[in-house]
């Protein structure tokens, strides 16, 4: 061996067999190897005491806290760890002579761990080492009972039962327990040839043979044996509940302080994030630890730790699986670093000291050549002469970063199903790259892309075809691809799914560095060849400054995504949509704190978002169609109203964009296809590259505008800043300042809140004017409609829309508020509806600031009125209204005007609603006001106004003449005249019945009164006659009333006698006949009518038979219903016997039917009236109509009535 290689360094020969991740089922023929070589770390020691102390209190007491869960990160030899575990406890292992426990006496210096460990090793027991996914059956994760169905297969293997076949493992536990199991295999192996183990799987095969011995050996018959067999696999089944009874009768049965250990590998990926079964196994330990009390144990290695499952769980749920792992132990990174420096990289003394040494020699030059890029996570180096003689030929980060790739590899699905399920260890990584490089001389370094060949058997045929292909390549004539290249491709592989270490050229050149002596800036530029040419045969791709491995599938991915094809303009319109969305969102420019410019966006000349605004930002990209030259672009900078910024010729961010586009396009064309499992991963990582890119483009972007030429109005800008976004803010203001030069006519910005001030301010108004701070801004208006002929008009959004717009800019609240100074100094009318808006009107604000309403009000310069007018309508406002504190100015006066107009119409025709129904004097004075004031208050503009005042002067101040005295009328003499119109309609009434001259000459005397056209003067003498007129005709009515007034007793009274007379009729009737005599009192005493009164006389009449026949009917109801009564009751006694009865004596009837009289009521004036008028001359006469009467009385008679005459 030469001194001066690799191998030479190590305590140990590097190639001696060492396995990686040891399997659970592993044959034993190493196993001596394994406990002789295996490190114990200071964190392992630690592991071991936790664990064993556990243990060691089960076997002192009960306990239910039997579960331990070992974790730690792939690759960590978690399963190793629990290899050793099962050594440690089985006391029937022995390995030439020794206990494994006595390979750990110069191990670990630890007391109390050593003897837990040997008094662990000395109790018997039962070791079950398994790994769950292997012993899983073919429906595996999807059975909601998938691991209690592996405890009882891994149980029934223990047991010697079969493994495959629960309910075949069931029929030999029933023989076991019956002593038959024994005679059973011998009476097997007897008749069929061979060991029933070895044949028991194929039982349908052998089924007569079974059953057969099973007749033979047991009580069974041939029938029930045949149904076990052939129902046993659908009639068996297994619980969480039933396993645990079963192991637990099971432990029974063995000898005093026995212990069950189930050691369960890979357990947590097994679970993963399926909630059923990580229950599923809650429940089996809890189970377990219930029934068996500390005496069966379980054991399970998962690469997450216990907390990072419970995202997938309830808390409730995840507490009691915590509770249920009451043993938790995790092996750190830092613990395989230190036993792959004890077992695989331990140096003689000589070659660690001579190690130290060369450190010492090159300690400046490793620390410069060992860089990572600022985005790296923190990559360790060698920091002393110890650490490089203990990792050497490795660097320190390799230990780190190899466990990240072979997790990331791992979870990403790029490796085969043993790298998945855990059989590639750093351990082993580490000393197969040793052995790669074990001759080479003391200067060499293992690059990272060594390790690619430690775990290139175990990867998926996708990666390893490139990989091979590449090398195939690199040994041809004349192919561009060279043996660095496919190094660093390999390296690009292991390195691809490490977020924390970004492929850029620094991090790749400082990972495939192999000597102590390289050059770093040669290794550098040689790399940078290498990934051209890996670019160049498209086995890698470039985004940013990354460089990504592609692997066959992602090869002809990249390849359909370049053949996309996306227009230019495309790719122009969205960066623009990036430019004008992240870096310089902004649709406003604020050149001060009151004005806000919007402004449109294009691109190229392409409209990006248009809003139609006055100015405007226009990005030219090195793509632009148009000519690009300094004049060309300033001469563009003089047409448009708009900011130019051009672009410099790197059109990085353009290829970025493109990029981006053509991945959308493949990304939507691959939607409506069927899905290939293969490159649903190729497309996720797509989508995550279209996000990288994203970020970059902005980054890109921002850097573009930083360095890009900005031209307004024809003249190239020196710019203040390189920022982006304030260089285009910038722009936009020097554009502002030159595009709108009168904007400084408005010296103060006013709120819309000041409006309302403006409108309110009265006395301002008053004086015609006042202080105005825009008062350039108002004079331009004014002179704007002065242009207008006196009939012409704009419309005020015409108005607020030209002051808008360049030159001048101004906000609509100091153009709103120029033109409400106007209105307020009448040097403006605005009109709504051909209705003047006044400067005090309650909704002149919300009516000018409405967008709708602005299309519709309009502006005209205002027209002085001739003060004759003003002077006219003033009297004619005193006289009418004896107001002499009147508006001086037009509007002021008008409106005040119309409002008393108004006030004035509403007054008179509220008089006029008493003539509806009555006759009062000098109704047309009325009218004619009316029709005057309906006119005047419908005239909207000043000059008609003052015209039609002066116009119809006369009549205003006829109607102030009258009117004064028919108000003073309505309000005191409208009562007085009411009242003699009323006793002048009473006698009217009752014309017929008085006859005393002095009453008629009373009526006669108002009459003449209330007919005059102005009674005025003479009302007061009709308070005098109406009250002489009532004594007088309250006497006639009184002496009128008093017959009557007896007659309605007196009918009354008689219909109270009948009523006394039927207790029924009274308690049904009484109440409304009472009611309706009391009624006719009522009226008899407020009458104030002879017609009235003598009515009443005649409705107590007939109020009188109305009762009275009313009763009788009543009555008579009530003779007919028991008539009837007595009748049945008659029938009843009379009913002949059956004609087979005896019939007894006859005897006197008991019930006699005795009709009832019935009252019928007739008025004696009607039998009076049915003759007409009758002359008597004689005695023969008489007795003749006495004769007709009695006739008539005679057919009303007969032994049942009553005839009641009144």
Same mark, same amino acid.
């Given at each position: ?887 001086? =100015? ?5 409106? $005040? &005007?119309?409002?008393? %107009? @108004? #006030?004035?119409?509403?007054? *008179?025709? +509220? ?63 409208? =009562? ?5 119109? $009323? &006793?002048?309609?009473? %006698? @009217? #009434?009752?014309?017929?019945? *008085?006859? +005393? ?76 006949? @009472? ?132």
């Amino acid at each position: 061996m030469d001194i001066h290689t690799i191998e030479s360094l190590f305590h140990k020969d590097i190639n001696r067999d060492i396995q990686g991740v040891i399997k659970v089922d592993d044959a034993e023929e190493s196993v001596f190897q394994e406990l002789d070589e295996y490190v114990v770390t200071e964190e392992l020691t630690q592991h071991f005491y936790d664990f064993f102390q556990a243990y060691s209190k089960s076997m002192d007491r009960q306990t239910d806290k039997m579960g331990v869960w070992i974790s730690g990160f792939f690759g960590s030899g978690k399963s190793h760890f629990l290899k050793i575990l099962s050594y440690l406890l089985d006391s029937d292992r022995s390995i030439d002579g020794m206990k494994p426990v006595d390979f750990f006496t110069e191990k670990v210096d630890h007391p109390d761990l050593l003897s837990w460990m040997k008094q662990a090793s000395d109790i018997p027991n039962d070791i079950v080492l398994f790994n769950v996914d292997s012993k899983s059956d073919a429906e595996g994760k999807q059975s909601r009972e998938a691991i209690v169905k592996v405890f009882n297969k891994v149980f029934n293997e223990m047991r010697g039962f079969s493994g495959a076949n629960p309910w075949l493992a069931n029929l030999e536990e029933t023989l076991e327990k019956n002593d038959q199991y024994d005679r059973f295999k011998d009476t097997f192996h007897k008749q069929y040839g061979g060991a029933w183990e070895e044949h028991r799987d194929d039982i349908y095969y052998i089924e007569d043979y079974v059953v057969s011995i099973l007749v033979q050996v047991t009580d069974m018959s041939e029938d029930a044996a045949r149904n076990w067999i052939r129902q046993g696999p659908d009639t068996y089944s297994i619980s969480i509940e039933s396993f645990a009874k079963r192991v637990n009768d099971y432990v029974k049965t063995r000898e005093e302080g026995y212990r069950l250990i189930f050691l369960a590998d890979e357990m947590g990926q097994y679970i993963s994030a399926n909630t059923n079964l990580m229950l599923n196994l809650q429940t089996v330990v809890e189970d377990l630890g219930k029934l068996t009390r500390g005496k069966v144990w379980v054991i399970v290695t998962s690469q997450q730790d216990i907390d990072a499952i419970k995202k997938n769980l309830q808390s409730n749920d995840f507490s009691k699986i915590q509770g249920r792992f009451d043993t938790r132990l995790s092996l750190s990174s830092a613990n395989v670093d230190e036993v792959i420096q004890k077992r695989i990289l331990a140096k003689t003394e000589g070659a660690a000291e001579g190690l130290r040494q060369r450190f010492y020699q090159n300690e400046a030059h490793l620390k410069n050549i060992f860089e990572f890029s600022d985005q790296t996570a923190e990559m360790r180096s060698f920091e002393s002469a110890d650490d490089y003689a203990a990792v050497y030929p490795f660097v320190p980060y390799q230990f780190n970063l190899l466990q990240r790739v072979f997790t990331a590899v791992r979870e990403h699905g790029a490796s085969g199903k043993h790298l998945a399920e855990g059989e590639r260890s750093l351990l082993s990584a580490f000393k197969e790259a040793a052995i790669q490089y074990e001759h080479e001389n003391l200067h060499t370094l293992v690059p990272f892309s060594a390790f690619y060949a430690t775990i290139d058997s175990f990867l998926e045929n996708t990666v390893r075809s490139v990989i091979i292909q590449a090398e195939q390549d690199a040994k041809r004539e004349n192919h561009p691809i060279q043996e660095q290249d496919v190094e660093v491709l390999k390296l690009l592989f292991l390195i691809r799914y490490v977020k924390q270490v970004p492929s850029t050229l620094d991090n790749i050149t400082t990972l495939m560095i192999d000597r102590v002596d390289a050059e770093r800036l040669d290794l550098k530029k040689s790399i940078q060849g290498s990934l051209n040419r890996l670019l160049s045969q498209y086995l890698i791709q470039s985004s940013g400054e990354e460089y990504l491995f592609l692997t066959n599938e992602e090869q002809d991915v990249n390849n359909e995504i370049n053949r996309m094809d996306v227009a230019t303009s495309e790719v122009v319109m969205k960066i623009g949509e990036r430019i004008f969305t992240d870096i310089f969102p902004d649709r406003k420019y604020r050149y001060s704190p009151n004005y806000d410019f919007a402004f449109d966006t294009w691109m190229d000349e392409r409209s990006q978002g248009s809003l139609n605004a006055e100015i405007g930002i226009t990005i030219l990209t090195p793509y632009y169609e148009g000519e690009l030259t300094p004049e060309a672009v300033r001469f563009m900078s003089t047409q448009k109203n708009t900011v130019i910024v051009q672009l410099p010729e790197d059109t990085s961010y353009f290829e970025e964009m493109e990029d981006i586009l053509k991945i959308q396009r493949y990304l939507r064309n691959q939607a409506g296809q069927q899905q290939d499992p293969r490159f649903d991963e190729i497309r996720a990582r797509k989508n995550r590259e279209m996000n990288e890119k994203n970020e970059r483009i902005g980054i890109l972007l921002e850097e573009a505008i930083a360095e890009s030429t900005v031209v307004v109005h024809g003249a190239e800008q020196e710019m203040m800043t390189k920022r982006a976004a304030e260089k285009l803010r910038e722009g936009l203001k020097i554009l502002i300042q030159t595009h709108y030069s009168k904007l400084g006519y408005v010296a103060h910005i006013h709120a819309v809140d000041e409006l309302k001030e403006i409108q309110q301010d009265t006395q301002l108004r008053l004086e015609g004017g006042g202080e105005d701070p825009n008062v350039q801004a108002t004079e331009e208006i004014l002179r704007y409609l002065d242009r207008f002929q006196q009939m012409q008009q704009v419309t005020l959004r015409e108005i607020i829309d030209r002051y808008n717009k360049a030159p001048f800019g101004w906000k609509e609240p100091d153009i709103l508020a120029s033109l409400m100074r106007l209105l307020r100094d009448q040097e403006l009318k605005l009109l709504l509806n051909q209705e003047l808006l006044h400067i005090d009107d309650a909704q002149l604000i919300k009516n000018v600031t409405t967008r709708n309403m602005q299309d519709r009000i309009l502006a005209a310069r205002r027209k002085r009125i001739n003060p004759r007018l003003i002077n006219g309508t003033q009297e004619v406002l005193e006289d009418l209204f004896g107001v002499r504190s009147l508006p001086s =100015d037009e509007d002021g006066l008008m409106k $005040e &005007a119309q409002r008393r %107009f @108004e #006030n004035e119409l509403k007054e *008179v025709q +509220d008089l006029l609603k008493y003539y509806h129904k009555k006759h009062y004097p000098q109704k047309a004075v009325l009218e004619a006001g009316e029709r005057l004031f309906t006119a005047v208050i419908q005239i909207r503009q000043a000059e008609d106004f003052y015209s039609f005042v002066d116009e119809n002067e006369d009549e205003f101040l006829d109607y102030a003449d009258e009117v004064g005295r028919i108000k003073d009328f309505f309000k005191n003499q409208v =009562d007085i005249y009411d009242s003699a119109r $009323e &006793a002048i309609q009473v %006698f @009217e #009434n009752s014309r017929t019945y *008085v006859t +005393d001259d002095s009453v008629k000459d009373i009526v006669d005397q108002m009459q003449n009164i209330t007919v005059q056209e102005k009674p005025y003067n003479q009302i007061q003498e009709l308070p005098q006659l109406r009250e002489q007129f009532n004594e007088q005709i309250t006497d006639l009515l009184e002496h009128e009333s008093a017959p009557v007034r007896e007659k309605v007793n007196s009918d009354w009274g008689a219909v109270k006698d009948v009523l006394e007379e039927s207790p029924e009729a009274k308690e049904k009737l009484y109440r409304h006949w @009472e009611s309706l005599f009391e009624n006719i009192k009522a009226r008899l005493e407020r009458s104030n009518e002879f017609a009235t009164i003598i009515s009443l006389n005649e409705e107590s009449e007939r109020s009188k038979l109305s009762a009275l026949q009313e009763i009788d009917r009543f009555n008579n109801e009530l003779i007919q219903k028991e008539t009837e009564r007595r009748k049945q009751e008659v029938e009843k006694t009379t009913e002949s016997p059956a004609a087979d009865t005896p019939q007894p004596e006859p005897a006197a009837p008991k019930v006699k039917a005795v009709p009832q009289q019935k009252t019928i009521t007739l008025a004696k004036k009607d039998l009076m009236k049915q003759h007409g008028m009758v002359t008597i001359k004689n005695e023969d006469d008489i007795n003749n109509f006495l004769e007709e009467i009695r006739k008539e009385l005679e057919q009303q008679l007969d032994e049942e009535t009553v005839i009641r005459l009144m």
